[in-house]
């Protein structure tokens, strides 16, 4: 793998990572599935990230046919996929995500008392595949240059779902050893970190528009 590639790689798979926010999720995750015992929450952690890993690799495939027939240029994407991004990562700084995703799970939880698949909604949509994440993957493979790029943006995608499922089968006691306070610190380092991505994808949209670069 040539040093281009690998760095192509990291930028792929922390962005992701932070888009995906399997910490983040996890606190949901397992407040939604603490019903059902250990045998369930497997089981819907299994079906959430296969869900989630159809969707953001479809569409990580299907974007270009979808830019195209909306007849919508890549850099008009980039810069709207920085801007989207960016407020993303305003609502993990200042835990407006985190509200959002409690605040689904109980909501979820008062309108399905019985053990319902959670797997799709609210989990595999759109906690995991969440807007973010799909433009990203759009993205990304819209930057690939060779075959070898795109098979690095879909291994940085399987590999954080696969983090996330790890992640998700040890949720309950993983959150008890964490604590809500370190959670939460974690997810506003993340979010400034994304903040970051973000304004450099509006920026490099911005210069490719007005051909600037």
């Given at each position: ?22 910490v983040g999720v996890a606190p949901v995750f397992a407040s ?89 909604f609210p989990v595999g949509i759109p906690m995991l595949a ?84």
């Open positions: 793998m040539t040093p281009e590639l690998l760095n192509f790689a990291l930028a792929a798979f922390v962005t992701f990572f932070v888009l995906i926010d399997a939604l599935t603490a019903p059902g015992g250990s045998a369930y929450a497997r089981r819907m952690a299994i079906r959430a990230v296969l869900v989630a890993a159809i969707i953001i690799t479809g569409f990580a495939f299907g974007g270009a046919w979808l830019l195209n027939a909306l007849h919508i240029s890549i850099d008009a994407f980039r810069a709207a996929g920085g801007i989207l991004l960016f407020l993303i990562a305003l609502d993990m700084v200042f835990e407006k995500r985190t509200e959002r995703r409690e605040h689904r799970a109980e909501t979820h939880k008062a309108e399905h008392e019985k053990l319902e698949d959670i797997s799709v969440g807007p973010g994440s799909i433009a990203t993957a759009m993205l990304y493979m819209q930057n690939a240059e060779s075959m070898a790029a795109k098979g690095v943006v879909i291994g940085a995608i399987l590999a954080n779902l696969l983090l996330c499922l790890a992640i998700f089968l040890v949720a309950a006691p993983l959150m008890k050893l964490m604590g809500e306070s370190i959670a939460g610190a974690i997810t506003r380092i993340f979010g400034v970190i994304l903040s970051a991505l973000s304004v450099q994808l509006l920026i490099d949209g911005i210069k490719g528009a007005f051909g600037l670069a």
